[in-house]
């Protein structure tokens, strides 16, 4: 197909991103009718999966600096929010984001599986933007919670531009594109069951 790398990933998650917006948790973030135990749950392991993919972006030097230092943001953000969100320690990695882990190649990820999953995670930021929005409007006892949501503020749309160029200017040293669209799909079915587990704790809870 024509385009770049983020074109590809776009077009070979589409589905999935179709799905995961459809998902029930998010449509109660959205509503602001998710609970305080599914939202630390969830971002409890969202966080686990940022610092992973945060500490593969800096296995890749220099390059890859400005992705890193994005994912290093977005997880201090998320260790803020879960504090002030009473979330207490975080001592238990997720299983979920572990078994991810070794599925992408353990220690060790390929770049095309660094950089689908920096793709995924960064560009959920355009959505998370809407979800700060109502969440404030209709829980505004969480709004002092939300940092990661909207890391950008006015600026979120020029930053996903310098985003893109970047991926796309790195995609295309690549060697197996394909590969990147397939890890790209494998974060967005880890990012359906970590809604469902958030989900799954609310229950268990009430």
């Known amino acids: 197909?024509?385009?770049?790398?983020?074109?590809?990933?776009?077009?070979?998650?589409?589905?999935?991103?179709?799905?995961?917006?459809?998902?029930?948790?998010?449509?109660d973030l959205v509503r602001g009718e998710v609970s305080r135990t599914a939202l630390v749950a969830h971002q409890s392991a969202m966080l686990d999966l940022v610092r992973l993919i945060h500490a593969r972006l800096l296995a890749r030097g220099p390059d890859w600096q400005d992705f890193a230092q994005a994912m290093g943001g977005h997880a201090g953000r998320l260790a803020r929010d879960l504090e002030d969100l009473g979330g207490g320690s975080h001592e238990r990695p997720s299983g979920a984001v572990l078994e991810f882990a070794g599925?992408?190649?353990?220690?060790?990820?390929?770049p095309e599986a660094t950089l689908a999953a920096f793709y995924v995670i960064e560009g959920s930021m355009n959505g998370n933007r809407f979800i700060r929005r109502a969440l404030v409007e209709n829980r505004p006892e969480l709004a002092g919670c939300l940092r990661y949501f909207d890391p950008y503020g006015q600026g979120q749309r020029a930053r996903w531009k310098e985003f893109r160029s970047a991926i796309d200017r790195i995609g295309a040293t690549l060697s197996d594109p394909e590969a990147a669209v397939r890890a790209a799909r494998e974060t967005f079915t880890l990012a359906g069951t970590l809604a469902s587990e958030a989900q799954a704790a609310d229950a268990v809870a009430a």
């Open 1 to 27: 197909m024509t385009g770049g790398l983020a074109d590809r990933l776009k077009a070979g998650t589409a589905d999935q991103h179709a799905a995961a917006e459809n998902h029930v948790f998010q449509q």
């Open 103 to 110: 599925a992408l190649g353990g220690a060790h990820w390929t």
